[in-house]
């Protein structure tokens, strides 16, 4: 499995009242996590994929996460990052984030490929076979 | 269960370049609705509830989403909240999320109850008896 | 001059460690509020102008905004927007945003009603005499 | 006068379906582009100044920005950050974003140091002599 890392430090804006992260910002990152590892597999932007695969993009079917340890500002993350199952129209794209050795939180995202759709929104496409060589 | 609903208008700016919700953004609604929930049953601002209860907020412990249909700038979201089940030192926060008639997304969330602990940081504290009974 | 008044509740999820609202979000509402003028008087969808007019939306080109109070979570805020100023291809989009009698923030905004540029990008086109004609 | 570079990859949840960055997020990394100022001139954490000087944070007082160029997904921005004047209990910290050799935007605020305020709220103490020598 091809991994990628994508780091983040944790800013002041970041983080609540509570002064911890507040969580939403974590699938912000990891919504840039799976976009860096596209980039980082040689796949072009969705703005060019949009006119050579009807691609615009991978959008999120299904996510399930583990919050184990809270992270304030200052705090550096690594969000390692991998595509741990293809299917026929979706796959599994899974992360583990790091502060130096500790866990801080485990996500597992099932994404599609979409398309727009005739009429307004958006619909799955298969794997396009020249994207998942690069990610493999 | 007690069921409240917290009401969402989809902004322009909610949405990304595919022209739909960004989904981080569903997170963030899913906090406020959450917070929605303490609110109309009757709980205090954490603000108020550090001072009697030490109880600082309800971080995520885990959370599992599904995405069912896009949503796009202009729609009205109802976010359906409830707590599903109490444990110990947790509890199991639901959501279905509505457009009209369609279903959105769903999610389940493990919540704490949490303070901070000694040292910086937060721990878990059992569900104070005063905010189930608000709640249930 | 029209007015419309655009309601936010401040979620703790909107506010920083220092408990206060975290400003860039104040950027956010006022965006939704611009948006909301719009809706309010009557302008289609920018999905709709872009098929009739080429209009994709009202990017800014300059804001100046003063911070008075600052605001936090539960409490109720209201957006009061117009445009003060019509020029040939932007406008002064103005905003005061109160908490009850109290004045929170008030900002001016220069703004363009955009097209796509050929070759990527955006350009500012004339103030459709439609829309302007919808808002005063 | 000290100028520091926060550098940020613009990703595509932060781009509107303009497909250009949502002027919010500007706003967002300028906050974190001041704050990555004083870490560089080794002011320490607010949470460490609010221990030693009361001080929780610079929040703003006022803002002015000029958007000049768009920006997108992939685009590598350079926020080139000081502070270009320095008065009684306020300062001016101002911001050029850059592209290469592109002007993106430019912003200039005042801001204060803030303490909290006896009965909730924040106030502005005097500039701590300490803090100004480490960024001048």
């Given at each position: 499995m091809k991994e990628v890392i994508y780091r983040v430090r944790v800013e002041?804006?970041?983080?609540d009242p509570a002064r911890i992260?507040?969580?939403?910002n974590f699938f912000r990152w990891i919504d840039a996590a799976s976009r860096q590892f596209f980039v980082e597999c040689g796949v072009p932007s969705w703005t060019e994929t949009e006119k050579t695969l009807g691609v615009i993009g991978t959008p999120l079917v299904d996510t399930q996460a583990r919050f184990i340890q809270s992270a304030t500002y200052g705090d550096l993350l690594s969000f390692h990052v991998g595509i741990a199952e293809w299917r026929g129209k979706s796959f599994v794209q899974r992360y583990r984030v790091t502060r130096g050795d500790e866990l801080i939180m485990e996500c597992d995202e099932v994404r599609i490929f979409a398309a727009h759709r005739e009429g307004g929104g958006i619909r799955a496409v298969p794997i396009p076979a020249e994207i998942r060589r690069l990610c493999e």
């Open positions: 002041f804006g970041d983080c992260v507040w969580f939403p």
